[in-house]
């Protein structure tokens, strides 16, 4: 028996507002959505390179204001990308050294959930 890295659930608010921040900033894709008639929730999955994330619509899902981590290599070209080359205008992270010896970018989405980007260093 294997074990696969888990799949982090959001919760979401707002469609528009969710693809803003999550795939014109972050720059996640959508692989795929979930909606059984126009006037129901929408499920969704997006990725960035290995991390898979799940947003969802559905109330009953999950607990807004959650977090989850996502292992990165380069926590200081995370930062120069989402601060430099893709700005948001309500979004100013910094990356912080942690006392475990590891650098963490810190994002909250527009529904209060975070991402913790985490390097490992030393």
Known sequence: MAFQPAIPVFRIFDYDQALAFYRDWLGFTVDWEHQYTPDYPRYLQISRGGTL????EHHGDCTPGSKAVIHVDDADALHQEITSIRRHPRMNPSVQTMPWNAK??????????????HQSVG
């Open 53 to 56: 994330l799940h947003l969802t």
């Open 104 to 117: 963490v970018v810190e994002v909250t989405d527009p529904f209060g959930n975070k991402i913790w980007s």
